[in-house]
């Protein structure tokens, strides 16, 4: 069955702006989770979702926002881009909030780069 | 805090050497263990993963095994090839909740 996919894969934007990025994850699977990754703090959390609701979240400043759609589809929207945002942006998908051991399966990621 | 602590690459081996990646944690109750790896240009990978201590997880040949004593989780292998060159990131789910967290990953570099 088809993976994880995050669209788009490259994204070009200059401080301030804003960006919408998005996760289609494995059918079947209720559960995306978002994370950022970058050179200097490796791999964070952001926040993940299960049936629409944010479950857990990350510490990040409240310009990084999210939400999932009904068929499990989810978006991460980042408001007034600053150049710290630059960053490699990756969704993971399971198939649900099972206790600890659960598997996740990630996309591709989209790199972002901020001018 | 939960975390996850990892060898800092890079690490360079030669075609058919022997490979270990420290890995330790600290973390209340009883963590899942999982290794991730990432190719270039490519997201993650679950390469393995264990849920309960003196569990050995294992995939295309490598290994890993929870030790709860020693709180670690070190990723081996006895032959490596080219193709294994990638980022390696080690990484737990605390019981209580499904967040993972990361090391900061050992970047390995395979040599012919």
């Known amino acids: 069955k088809a993976g994880v996919t995050q669209t788009p894969r490259y994204l070009i934007k200059t401080r301030g702006q804003q960006v919408t990025l998005s996760c289609s994850p494995i059918?079947?699977?209720?559960?995306v989770s978002w994370y950022q990754q970058t050179p200097g703090q490796g791999l964070q959390f952001l926040f993940e979702?299960?049936?629409?609701?944010?479950?857990n979240k990350g510490n990040f400043p409240g310009r990084f926002s999210g939400r999932q759609f009904s068929n499990s589809r989810s978006e991460m929207n980042v408001s007034t881009l600053e150049l710290g945002d630059s960053a490699l942006y990756l969704c993971?998908?399971?198939?649900?909030?099972?206790?600890?051991?659960?598997?996740?399966?990630f996309g591709p990621g989209t790199r972002l780069l901020v001018l | 805090g939960d975390s996850v602590t990892q060898m800092e690459g890079p690490v360079t081996l030669s075609e058919e050497a022997f490979l270990t990646i420290n890995c330790t944690y600290t973390?209340?109750?009883?963590?899942?263990l999982f290794w991730y790896v990432q190719y270039p240009g490519e997201g993650l990978q679950l390469l393995l993963k264990?849920?309960?201590?003196?569990d050995k997880g294992s995939n295309k040949g490598f290994e890993a095994t929870y030790r709860k004593e020693t709180t670690s989780f070190h990723l081996e292998k006895g032959s490596v090839q080219v193709s294994d060159s990638a980022v390696y990131f080690c990484?737990?789910?605390?019981?209580?909740?499904?967040?993972?967290?990361f090391g900061k990953g050992t970047r390995l570099h395979i040599l012919p």
């Open positions: 993971a998908s399971a198939r649900s909030l099972a206790p600890s051991g659960e598997t996740q399966y």
């Open positions: 059918s079947g699977h209720r559960s």
């Open positions: 979702y299960f049936s629409e609701t944010q479950r």
């Open positions: 973390a209340t109750g009883y963590p899942s």
């Open positions: 264990a849920t309960k201590a003196d």
């Open positions: 990484a737990l789910t605390p019981n209580r909740d499904d967040k993972i967290i």
